[in-house]
């Protein structure tokens, strides 16, 4: 009993180290769902073969998340330290495998995280280098999304003259770590700016690997696999 009763309080400890983990690395989540998947020896080893996580409304970095469902395999965490009360970190690479979807309303509040408005900042100068948010201030609106196209609104201000900006794309799968990005066009009023056919492309890097993508009315869905390093 007091062999079952120390491995209770390991498993104990370990779940709320991964949760309490889990949301420093979100600034907000409204649900989150752990299920840990070891045997005892693995566990008192640092060794977790199989962690599954479900959360809602979770916020990474900026970036608006509706759901994710997660499963990751092969853990190596330092237990020794976890259980004298210090913090859970990874000793190895982790492959994560799931889902993660946004609706539209979360990818337009994800407009204002670094991380997207330096990506779409980017897009800008490479479509329309005149534009380039270095001499402009451009403040992006919001995202609609349609059958696998992006339609992103922003105003864009030179000289104290604001001007609508929209920003019609279509967003394909060329392989699982890179995105094609066509066909394009920009237009602000009535006035087409761009208009093209021959695309642009993202390249993912190795730890990101999209095994499906989908752009439905009101939603993307990412399914596939991403590498969580120490």
Same mark, same amino acid.
């Not at 007091?2 to 390991?10: D, E, G, I, T």
């Given at each position: 009993?007091?062999?079952?009763?120390?491995?209770?309080?390991?498993?104990?400890?370990?779940?709320?180290?991964?949760?309490?983990?889990?949301?420093?690395?979100?600034?907000?989540v409204e649900q989150l769902e752990l299920d840990i998947q070891a045997g005892d020896?693995?566990?008192?080893?640092g060794s977790i073969p199989n962690v599954s996580v479900v959360a809602k409304s979770?916020?990474?970095?900026?970036?608006?998340?509706?759901?994710?469902?997660?499963?990751?395999?092969?853990?190596?965490?330092?237990?020794?330290?976890?259980?004298?009360?210090?913090?859970?970190?990874? !000793?190895?690479?982790?492959?994560?495998?799931?889902? $993660?979807? =946004? #609706?539209?309303?979360?990818? /337009?509040?994800?407009?204002? &995280?670094? !991380?997207?408005?330096?990506?779409?900042?980017?897009? $800008?100068? =490479? #479509?329309?280098?005149?534009? /380039?948010?270095?001499?402009? &201030?451009?403040?992006?609106?919001?995202?609609?999304?349609?059958?696998?196209?992006?339609?992103?609104?922003?105003?864009?201000?030179?000289?104290?003259?604001?001007?609508?900006?929209?920003?019609?794309?279509?967003?394909?799968?060329?392989?699982?770590?890179?995105?094609?990005?066509?066909?394009?066009?920009?237009?602000?009023?009535?006035?087409?700016?761009?208009?093209?056919?021959?695309?642009?492309?993202?390249?993912?890097?190795?730890?990101?690997?999209?095994?499906?993508?989908?752009?439905?009315?009101?939603?993307?869905?990412?399914?596939?696999?991403?590498?969580?390093?120490?």
């Amino acid at each position: 009993m007091l062999k079952k009763n120390k491995f209770r309080l390991v498993t104990n400890v370990l779940t709320a180290a991964i949760k309490l983990w889990l949301r420093t690395q979100v600034s907000h989540v409204e649900q989150l769902e752990l299920d840990i998947q070891a045997g005892d020896r693995q566990l008192l080893s640092g060794s977790i073969p199989n962690v599954s996580v479900v959360a809602k409304s979770a916020v990474y970095q900026g970036l608006h998340l509706s759901f994710v469902d997660l499963v990751a395999k092969n853990i190596r965490i330092n237990i020794g330290s976890v259980l004298k009360g210090e913090q859970l970190r990874l !000793l190895e690479k982790v492959p994560v495998q799931g889902e $993660l979807s =946004q #609706l539209e309303e979360d990818l /337009s509040a994800s407009l204002s &995280s670094t !991380l997207l408005s330096t990506a779409l900042n980017n897009v $800008l100068i =490479q #479509l329309l280098p005149e534009h /380039s948010p270095n001499s402009k &201030s451009i403040s992006w609106q919001k995202v609609t999304v349609k059958d696998n196209q992006l339609v992103i609104f922003a105003i864009i201000d030179e000289e104290n003259n604001p001007q609508p900006l929209d920003i019609c794309i279509g967003l394909n799968l060329l392989s699982p770590h890179e995105l094609r990005i066509a066909p394009i066009s920009v237009t602000s009023d009535t006035k087409t700016l761009l208009e093209s056919s021959n695309g642009e492309y993202i390249d993912l890097g190795s730890d990101v690997e999209i095994q499906e993508l989908q752009l439905i009315p009101g939603k993307v869905i990412f399914r596939g696999r991403i590498n969580v390093n120490p």
